[in-house]
C-alpha cells in the first residue's frame, strides 16, 4: 500500500519570501512522485514530478522539489513566492503494476500569500 | 486544443436522482480516471479505466456507476444509494505506463 502525508494544511507566507511545502510518503514499490496545483474551482495542473534520475526536480512557475530516498520526502520549495502563488498544493504518489497506474494524494497544502 | 472537457461545471440534484456527469478527452489515452475531492480530505479515487469496455472499482467506488463504450468517453452517474453525494469531482487521463494525469475542470455536484 501507498499513502501520502502533506504535514502542513495550511502555510501563511509574504510575498518574496521563501516557502516549502511538505509531502512525506510510503511505498513498497518504485516510486513516482508528483506535484499539483490548484485554483479555486478549477482542476488540478502539474508542477513538477520525479520518475528516476537526478533527485532535484525543476518544474513550472520557479517551483522545485528534492527527492529523498532516505527520508521518504518530496518536498516543494520556491525560494521567492508571489502573490499569485496562492492556491492549494496536492502531492501524489504513483503506483504503476503494469496494467494501471494509480496515484495516490495528499490532503493538501493551502499557500495564502499576502503582501 | 487537446485536452479533458467535463460538463457540466455546476450541478443541482435532488436527493434521491441519479445523475451523469460527463468527462471527455481528445489526447487519445488509454487510462481514465474518475476522482471525488472534499474539504481537507484530497482526492478520492472512485473508478478507473485502461482500456475500452473495462473498469476497475477505486477506493470509494460504493454509491457510483461508470462505463467505458468509447475511447474518449468515460460517464459517471452518481447512483441515490451514494449517501453524501455533494462534492467536487474530477476526471483525468494519462497515456498508460508511469506518467503524470491530466485534470480536467471539474463538476461540481450539489444534493438538496
Known amino acids: 500500500a501507498q499513502s501520502v502525508t502533506q504535514l502542513d494544511s495550511q502555510v501563511p507566507v509574504f510575498e518574496e519570501a521563501p516557502v516549502e511545502l511538505r509531502c512525506n510518503y510510503s511505498?513498497?514499490?518504485?516510486?513516482?512522485l508528483f506535484w499539483y496545483v490548484q485554483y479555486p474551482n478549477q482542476g488540478l495542473q502539474l508542477l513538477l514530478k520525479?520518475?528516476?534520475?537526478?533527485?532535484l526536480v525543476k518544474g513550472i512557475n520557479g517551483f522545485e522539489a528534492e527527492f529523498n530516498k532516505s527520508q521518504t520526502s518530496f518536498h516543494l520549495r520556491k525560494p521567492s513566492v508571489h502573490i499569485s502563488d496562492t492556491a492549494e498544493y496536492f502531492c501524489?504518489?504513483?503506483?504503476?503494476?503494469?496494467?494501471?497506474?494509480?496515484?495516490?494524494f495528499g490532503t493538501g497544502t493551502r499557500l495564502q500569500v499576502t503582501l | 486544443d487537446g485536452g479533458i472537457t467535463q460538463s457540466p461545471k455546476y450541478l443541482f440534484r435532488k436527493e434521491g436522482q441519479n445523475v451523469t456527469l460527463s468527462c471527455e478527452q481528445n489526447?487519445?489515452?488509454?487510462?481514465m480516471y474518475w476522482y471525488r475531492q472534499d474539504p481537507g480530505q484530497g482526492l478520492r479515487l472512485i473508478y478507473y479505466?485502461?482500456?475500452?469496455?473495462?473498469?476497475q472499482k477505486g477506493d470509494i467506488a460504493e454509491g457510483y456507476s461508470v462505463s467505458r463504450e468509447k475511447k474518449e468517453s468515460f460517464p459517471l452517474t452518481v447512483t441515490s444509494a451514494q449517501k453524501n453525494p455533494t462534492a467536487f469531482y474530477l476526471c483525468?487521463?494519462?497515456?498508460?505506463?508511469?506518467?503524470?494525469?491530466?485534470f480536467g475542470q471539474g463538476t461540481r455536484l450539489t444534493v438538496v
Open positions: 501524489a504518489v504513483s503506483r504503476y503494476t503494469g496494467t494501471a497506474s494509480k496515484l495516490t
Open positions: 511505498s513498497s514499490v518504485s516510486v513516482y
Open positions: 520525479y520518475l528516476s534520475g537526478s533527485t
Open positions: 489526447l487519445n489515452h488509454d487510462a
Open positions: 479505466s485502461q482500456i475500452v469496455n473495462d473498469f
Open positions: 483525468a487521463s494519462n497515456p498508460g505506463g508511469v506518467t503524470e494525469a491530466f
